[in-house]
């Protein structure tokens, strides 16, 4: 299973996850990724450029008009894709109004700098404990729209969060990601 279905599986599963006699303490797993490649060829008339993997492997691509400051990237440059994501959950507090949302955010570079871009999202689900089973680590749940899902904890952090919960306990269950592209100077 990749790392992204394995956090979103945690997700799930503490979705499923909510209320108890001891509330649980709020829960967070937070991974990040990286990739680097170096700029081997650039034509700047052209907006094409070739970058060259960590195995040796090369790609050329045509470099989209809305990246700004495309001069400034010189052959031997990294371009550097890094992959942030998180999963949390907690007990929902007495009168928390929290509703189901997706808030997205960019940017990119001021014109002058290295081409620079970002872009995320982060969703937040409030969902209902339907049960949870010990002994295989499963959780069910629903969330607004009522469906009921069945998640397995894999993590010790989502089965110690678990523990504590039990049916008909909310859960405020949150999912951030993002993604970042630069160009660093030749090192």
Known sequence: MTTRSSLLVTLAALTALSGCATAPK???LTETLEARATVTEIDLASRVMTLRGPAGNEFTFEVDPAVRNLPQVKVGDDVVVRYFET???A???PGD???ASVALADGVADPGDRPAAAMGTRTTLPVTIVSIDSKTN???FYGPDKRVR????ETPEAQAFAKNL???DEVIVTFTEAL???VEPVR
Do not use: D
């Open 26 to 28: 709020p829960f967070e």
């Open 87 to 89: 999963i949390g959950a």
């Open 91 to 93: 007990l929902r507090k």
């Open 97 to 99: 109004s929290t509703e």
């Open 138 to 140: 499963e959780v069910r």
């Open 150 to 153: 069945t998640v397995e904890l």
């Open 166 to 168: 039990k049916a008909g």
């Open 180 to 182: 970042a592209v630069s």
